[in-house]
């Protein structure tokens, strides 16, 4: 978080992309000063790197799985990392932890979308191929989006539903759908419901955005973070001492494992602040859809450190994504 004494505009050009970045100061709700605002061509490149840090999240908590992590162990470790960087960064500026009592009850209702959207993403992962789950679950910025044009707070843009189209098969071929669908040739009872908690998760990702978005934009972003991943803790803690999901708690058997934890941990922190702290600065109602990078760098650091391999096909959707995201970045 960025504090500065008088508003300022800032405009650089970074050599070999083509983006203009101008920077903008607005008022920090917590006290006066200026924050930084960012213009699309920034606020893309911040997007695609929380995406990047959300899929090494994803390639090291598959590591910690299969060295017998628990599922709680991994989401109470992701979620206390990210409790504590929200809170030191609330510290270091000495921001006040107080919640106006009209935003209470939203706070509390925005840490239960999280931690319900974290249940429902690994519960669909364990009915469903993996890669139907992150499909479905990378819909929300479409949600978003439409939400936008029904509520009238955002006016409907052919060109804009045509790039979200594009994204969309993009990544139906990044995540080889055809063929894991042609591959399951029986769809039974867990199948399906493995697609609702998918279309659950994203869903309540897209509840939660908004809600962050247009009614608690006003509070700061780390103190705002800190409560939500507090209640995460605090949930999944309860969920997991509940004993409904049997060995939820069991540590990884080697030391390769404790070191998977460790950095999903951090890899999460890291990404959630970035995205939860800045998204009222980064015109999600716009530029959401370029979250949906997260599955193509997911291929790409699962090939290095899973040896999972890239077909052609895959290649292709992964051009059609990074097309879709610069359309989405460059439209007026």
């Not at 060295?67 to 162990?73: C, E, K, R, S």
């Not at 919640?99 to 519960?123: D, E, N, T, V």
């Not at 608690?216 to 995460?232: K, N």
Request: aromatic share 12%.
């Amino acid at each position: 978080m960025i504090c500065l004494s008088c508003a300022r505009h800032l405009t650089q050009k970074q050599d070999g992309i083509g983006f203009r970045f101008r920077v903008r100061y607005a008022p920090d709700p917590s006290g006066g000063a200026f924050l930084m605002t960012f213009n699309n061509g920034l606020a893309i490149l911040i997007l695609m790197f929380a995406s990047t840090l959300f899929a090494g999240n994803h390639v090291a908590a598959r590591l910690a799985f299969d060295d017998g992590a628990g599922l709680i162990v991994a989401l109470l470790a992701r979620s206390l990392m990210a409790c504590l960087i929200m809170f030191s960064l609330a510290r270091v500026n000495r921001i006040s932890f107080r919640i106006p009592a009209s935003l209470r009850w939203r706070q509390w209702f925005l840490g239960f979308l999280i931690a319900g959207q974290s249940f429902a993403l690994y519960s669909a992962v364990a009915r469903v191929p993996v890669a139907v789950a992150l499909l479905l679950v990378n819909t929300w910025p479409v949600y978003y989006i439409v939400l936008g044009w029904l509520t009238g707070r955002e006016v409907f843009r052919l060109p804009l539903a045509m790039m979200m189209a594009l994204i969309l098969i993009g990544l139906t071929l990044v995540l080889n759908l055809p063929q894991m669908i042609s591959e399951t040739m029986v769809l039974d009872d867990q199948w399906w419901i493995g697609i609702g908690f998918g279309l659950l998760s994203a869903m309540l990702l897209c509840t939660a955005m908004w809600q962050t978005n247009m009614h608690l934009a006003e509070l700061p972003g780390s103190v705002r973070s800190f409560y939500t991943m507090l209640i995460v803790f605090v949930s999944m803690l309860g969920l997991g001492l509940t004993g409904i999901l049997p060995g939820s708690f069991t540590l990884p058997e080697s030391t390769a494992g404790f070191w998977a934890i460790g950095a999903l941990a951090l890899l999460y922190g890291i990404a959630s602040t970035v995205l939860f702290v800045l998204a009222p600065r980064l015109n999600m109602s716009r530029n959401s859809p370029v979250l949906n990078f997260e599955p193509v760098a997911s291929l790409g650091l699962g090939f290095l450190f899973l040896q999972q391999f890239l077909q052609p096909l895959q290649l292709v959707g992964g051009g059609l994504v990074v097309i879709g995201i610069v359309a989405i970045g460059l439209l007026k």
